[in-house]
C-alpha cells in the first residue's frame, strides 16, 4: 500500500469565516463531556480555588443542598462549554475573546455528570476598526445529561473574514 493518493482532496478542521455565522441559528456541539472527579480536583487545584466545596467531600458531606456532594468547579463548567464549542466554530478563525457578560449557573454539576453544550449566534458586525475581522456575539449554553441548563454566557469574539471571499 503506498497511501493517500497525493492528488485527493483534502479537509483541514477549522472554525466558522464571519460570513459563515448566521443569526439565530443554534451550533449544537458534540460528543458531550463527562465530567469526573479528577477533572474537578486538577481544575481546582490548578487554579487554586481551595473552596471545600469542590476539594473537601468529608465537609461537603455535612452540607446542605447538595445531598452531601462536592460539586463540580462552576469554572470548569464554563470553560468546558466554550471548549465544546471550539473545533466547530473558532478553531483558526478566532483573533480574540472580548468579553463575557450574563454568565449564570442555575443548576449544579456533580462528578459523572455530562456536559453538552450548543452555541447560538446573537449577533455579528463587521469591524469598523480591524479591516478583515468581525465581532461575531455568542450564547453559549451547557446542559446536563437530563436536559437541565447548567450554565449559560454570553461571549463577543472578533473572528477573521474569510480571506478568499472577495470584499
Not at 467531600?57 to 464554563?78: E, K, V, Y
Not at 466554550?82 to 454539576?109: D, K, R, W, Y
Request: with cysteine; net charge neutral.
Amino acid at each position: 500500500m503506498t497511501g493517500p493518493d497525493p492528488a485527493a482532496p483534502r479537509i483541514t478542521q477549522r472554525g466558522l469565516w464571519f460570513e459563515e455565522f448566521t443569526v439565530g441559528t443554534v451550533y449544537e456541539h458534540r460528543p458531550g463531556r463527562t465530567l469526573t472527579e479528577a477533572d474537578n480536583v486538577l481544575f481546582t487545584t490548578l487554579t487554586m480555588n481551595t473552596q471545600a466545596l469542590h476539594l473537601d467531600a468529608h465537609w461537603a458531606a455535612g452540607q446542605p443542598g447538595f445531598d452531601g456532594q462536592r460539586l463540580i468547579n462552576s469554572m470548569l463548567t464554563l470553560s468546558t462549554i466554550v471548549g465544546l464549542s471550539v473545533a466547530q466554530l473558532t478553531q483558526g478563525t478566532l483573533v480574540a475573546n472580548l468579553g463575557f457578560t450574563e454568565t449564570a449557573f442555575p443548576a449544579p454539576m456533580f462528578a459523572g455528570d455530562t456536559l453538552y453544550a450548543e452555541t447560538e449566534c446573537t449577533g455579528k458586525r463587521v469591524s469598523k476598526s480591524r479591516p478583515g475581522e468581525g465581532v461575531v456575539n455568542l450564547t453559549h449554553i451547557g446542559r446536563n445529561q437530563h436536559g437541565t441548563v447548567v450554565a449559560r454566557t454570553s461571549r463577543a469574539t472578533l473572528v477573521r473574514l474569510d480571506p478568499d471571499r472577495p470584499t
